[in-house]
């Protein structure tokens, strides 16, 4: 998945190349309802905040907004 996305990073053009988005996506769909699981407590980890992050306009909700704060709060103790 980190692999697809840094080939997609690279342009639009690069996004259309075999399964990149639909892998992507799919990591995202993984992530989002692990979100909704608990949307209370739930940490992503690096490698699915990069994920989260280069589609965070898809989720642009108070769910979003705390689960990217969650995020940050951990990574800084």
Same mark, same amino acid.
């Given at each position: 998945?980190?692999?697809? @996305? +840094? %080939?997609?990073? +690279?342009? &639009?053009?690069?996004r +259309?190349?075999?399964?990149? +988005?639909? %892998?992507?996506?799919?990591?995202?769909?993984?992530?989002?309802?692990? %979100?909704e699981?608990? &949307?209370?407590?739930?940490?992503?980890?690096?490698?699915?905040?990069?994920?989260?992050?280069?589609?965070?306009?898809?989720?642009?909700?108070?769910?979003?907004?705390?689960?990217?704060?969650?995020?940050?709060?951990? @990574?800084?103790?």
């Open positions: 998945v980190l692999t697809v @996305l +840094e %080939i997609v990073r +690279e342009g &639009p053009a690069h +259309e190349q075999s399964d990149a +988005e639909d %892998i992507l996506q799919t990591a995202l769909s993984g992530i989002w309802q692990r %979100i699981a608990a &949307p209370k407590s739930c940490i992503m980890t690096r490698d699915e905040f990069k994920v989260f992050n280069f589609f965070q306009h898809q989720y642009q909700n108070s769910t979003a907004a705390e689960a990217k704060s969650r995020y940050w709060n951990n @990574l800084n103790g």
